[in-house]
């Protein structure tokens, strides 16, 4: 066992298919190279410590004990439950994240596959990227009642640019793309996705056509969108990005903000521009190859922030 290490995470961005996999329809996910840094230290005692330092959230407890949920650290704490009975030292693990928290690039779920990779690391758990996929999946929608799919979960622990069947029988197809010119827009808005999710969750529920209808445009997109990444054709890619955003208006996801980003984006030149995540806020991205300077300041102008960024991938 190790003793003492330390391993980075990345956040997500969602290049087509934001929200479908609540459908359980396939998306294209790519990880970035914003980071999410985890510290793993073992005690020689059975003190168990869990930090953040973005948020100050703290857990203590001791091996045996059941960990609280009442925190930033709810995520931790239903996962060490699940694998306890394989844990059989103190430990203390902090965590410091480079992603902006709680903008729509996946830190719930980077948090909850990066402790996952610490104990498998720690304690020789012989999980599988599936088996660290599906337990964050879990402990993040059947333990802490989150409206999520399964879309964060499996390409943050994949990594790289990933056609994601986000079905039962979830698996991931890795799309051999090595750059992609985009910019991250924050809208710097309060988010509100829990409240869409659930309404759209229940819209799905009652078979509302108007949902239904969306979905299916924004499945169709992604399907498209998967062609146009291998052929390199970011004209195609523009516009299926564009048909999306139409759709999210359509679904009322769509705040005026990011409206407003969206279209400063395209008028300095980006072949096209979407919400990210759930909606209700958070961030957007905009596809603008050769623009990207211009493109940035033009979301900081229009009173957002501007990340342009590498893709990441585990090596």
């Known amino acids: 066992m190790l003793d003492k290490f330390s391993i980075s995470i990345p956040g997500r961005i969602c290049i087509l298919g934001d929200k479908v996999d609540l459908m359980e329809k396939p998306v294209i996910a790519a990880t970035i190279d914003l980071m999410m840094n985890f510290n793993f230290k073992k005690c020689d005692n059975s003190s168990i410590t869990f930090y ?85 999946f879990w402990g993040e929608n059947q333990e802490l009642g989150i409206q999520c799919g399964r879309m964060d979960q499996y390409s943050i622990t994949y990594g790289g640019v990933s056609f994601i069947h986000t079905d039962a029988n979830t698996r991931v197809e890795s799309l051999n793309i090595k750059e992609l010119p985009l910019v991250i827009g924050d809208s710097l808005e309060d988010r509100k996705a829990i409240s869409v999710l659930n309404r759209i969750k229940n819209q799905i529920k009652n078979k509302d056509p108007v949902t239904i209808k969306a979905f299916n445009i924004i499945e169709e997109c992604v399907h498209e969108g998967k062609k146009a990444l291998l052929e390199g054709d970011f004209q195609k890619l523009g516009v299926l990005m564009d048909t999306q955003q139409e759709q999210e208006a359509i679904l009322k996801a769509e705040t005026q903000k990011i409206k407003k980003l969206c279209q400063a984006s395209k008028f300095a030149g980006a072949l096209g521009a979407k919400q990210m995540g759930a909606g209700g806020g958070g961030c957007m991205i905009a596809l603008c190859p050769g623009k990207q300077e211009e493109v940035a300041k033009a979301i900081r102008d229009a009173g957002g922030e501007a990340y342009i960024f590498k893709l990441f991938k585990y090596t």
């Open 52 to 136: 953040s330092h973005n948020t100050k959230a703290k857990i203590e407890f001791h091996l045996g004990d059941t960990p609280p949920r009442n925190n930033d650290l709810s995520y931790w704490s239903v996962l060490y439950e699940r694998l306890k009975e394989n844990i059989n030292t103190g430990f203390c693990l902090e965590v410091n994240s480079n992603i902006p928290i709680g903008r729509g690039l996946s830190t719930s779920a980077a948090i909850s596959v990066g402790f996952l990779r610490v104990m498998n690391r720690a304690y020789g758990l012989g999980l599988r990227n599936n088996d660290i996929a599906e337990l964050a």
